[in-house]
């Protein structure tokens, strides 16, 4: 591996990875020489566009496997694929999720099944799969692998509002810190990013819902509930919580295992 390209040679599965959080996750990921495969929904020539420019741009190999993470053999097939087309499997980044904000006496049932199915039961799938791959790498004397589940300040805090989020993250954290205990001895490390608020797509689509749950203008949405708990009063950047990301995968990244690590201006040490 050269200073330059610390992972060169590695592979990388990152779920939600077209649009927000994943895809910057994986232009880290592709720029310090991992390969890549991608996952996520939208419009398919813009997936195709972005898939191309990553491999074109950082001179590694990458592919997209559009899984529906609500489809626990579709998830399975996804490892499968990724394992196949690159012969095995460094990294994995659950990191595909959906919300919905409503008091929880109207929050509607389905949404409350596709925020646990996407947020959590998906991670559980991928790292049921992944496991014995990284396994077998930890056995042929090599990194085994690192899982770096994407949960949220909402795995150690809550919110009014966001009944099914806060329940699906804190079970992230749960199963973060339980496979870590199950495979500290093969070469795995498993623990858990916790962002605080980035401005990203998903974010600002509560902005609007949570308006009108709480009866107050967008502006004050901003101010006074999502940046509120921040002391910072700033959002977290894409490429704070890549520097984690890149760490954590790291050779230096080794002793870090079944960790919460927030990255929220301060939120949670409140």
Request: aromatic share 4%.
């Amino acid at each position: 591996m050269s200073q330059q390209k610390p992972l060169a040679g590695r592979v990388a599965l990152i779920t939600g990875s077209t649009s927000g959080i994943g895809l910057a996750l994986a232009e880290a990921l592709a720029g310090a020489g991992a390969h890549l495969m991608l996952n996520g929904l939208g419009d398919a020539d813009q997936i195709e566009a972005a898939r191309a420019r990553l491999q074109n741009e950082y001179g590694v190999q990458v592919r997209f496997h559009g899984a529906n993470m609500m489809q626990p053999a579709e998830i399975a097939d996804l490892v499968a694929q990724t394992h196949k087309a690159f012969g095995r499997l460094d990294i994995l980044v659950p990191n595909a999720g959906i919300q919905h904000v409503s008091p929880i006496e109207d929050f509607a049932p389905e949404k409350w099944d596709a925020i646990l199915a996407i947020n959590l039961s998906s991670a559980f799938h991928l790292i049921r799969a992944a496991i014995p791959l990284m396994k077998t790498q930890g056995m042929e004397g090599q990194i085994g692998g690192r899982i770096v589940n994407m949960a949220s300040a909402h795995a150690l805090v809550a919110s009014p509002f966001k009944s099914a989020y806060v329940a699906a993250k804190h079970g992230l954290a749960g199963l973060t810190k339980t496979v870590a205990l199950e495979v500290a001895q093969d070469g795995i490390t498993c623990n858990a990013i916790c962002p605080g608020y980035v401005k990203t797509p998903l974010v600002e689509a509560q902005i609007g819902p949570t308006a009108k749950a709480r009866g107050i203008s967008e502006e004050a949405v901003v101010r006074d509930v999502l940046l509120a708990a921040q002391p910072t009063k700033a959002f977290v950047h894409y490429e704070h919580l890549a520097g984690l990301l890149l760490y954590l995968v790291s050779d230096a990244g080794e002793s870090v295992n079944g960790a919460m690590l927030p990255i929220d201006g301060g939120w949670t040490a409140q």
